[in-house]
């Protein structure tokens, strides 16, 4: 299967701790997303790299949130000293830029993020 | 920013029967998906439709990107249909979800 993959799937830490989560987007996509979904809501937009550059980040994305996509390939996302309100899904998603506008994307699994 | 409405928010439906899903969007769009987010939280495409119509199965989509709104059609519904579905537009790059309907199909 070449689908986006996420790791862990699932993740339980105490509040103040690190994490970070590992997308692998599908292989000759160039652009990858990560987005963050709540109980229900919609995923919200956090950050987007085209290769290595990371052209985009929200607002949601504190000062505690960093990612990279160091060879334009997979991603991490780190979130440092967590607290409860961190706790959600986090999804990747990635496509492949062709032409002007089109940009379908395809979502991987997500990691589910409970902080205690 | 451009704003996604997504109708019903919720659907209780009795299997075989059929149902419309809205999606209405308050800007001119590139990109519009509709996805299928399953029990354990996997978004599914189910159809890439910035304008016209499409039909997978029995599934099919309607965009009228001038009127700025999207259908989603389900026929002959089935218990494994349940689950949420997402409308997501995007002027360029990044999506914005609709908040979703919840659609519950009984044996």
């Known amino acids: 299967d070449t689908g986006v993959s996420q790791n862990p799937r699932h993740k339980i830490t105490k509040r103040g701790q690190n994490v970070t989560f590992r997308c692998d987007p599908i292989?000759?996509?160039?652009?990858l997303y990560w987005y963050r979904q709540t109980l229900g809501q919609g995923p919200e937009f956090l950050t987007y790299?085209?290769?290595?550059?990371?052209?985009?980040k929200s607002r949601l994305l504190s000062d505690r949130f960093s990612a990279e996509r160091p060879k334009g390939s997979f991603s991490t996302l780190e979130i440092q000293r967590t607290e409860q309100g961190d706790s959600a899904m986090y999804l990747c998603a990635s496509s492949l830029k062709e032409g002007a506008s089109y940009n379908e994307q395809f979502f991987g699994p997500g990691t589910r993020l409970t902080v205690l | 920013g451009i704003q996604v409405e997504q109708s019903p928010p919720d659907l209780i439906l009795q299997e075989g029967a059929n149902s419309t899903l809205r999606c209405n969007f308050s800007?001119?769009?590139?990109?519009l998906q509709w996805f299928h987010q399953n029990p354990w939280g996997q978004l599914i495409n189910l159809f890439y439709?910035?304008?016209g119509t499409k039909q997978n199965g029995r599934l099919s989509a309607t965009t009228v990107a001038t009127e700025r709104y999207s259908l989603l059609y389900i026929s002959s519904s089935q218990t494994t249909d349940s689950g949420v579905y997402f409308c997501?537009?995007?002027?360029?790059?990044?999506?914005?979800f609709g908040t979703g309907t919840r659609l519950k199909v009984l044996a």
């Open positions: 997501a537009v995007s002027g360029t790059y990044k999506y914005i």
């Open positions: 790299f085209q290769n290595e550059a990371q052209l985009e």
């Open positions: 292989s000759e996509h160039n652009r």
């Open positions: 439709i910035p304008s």
């Open positions: 800007d001119s769009v590139n990109n």
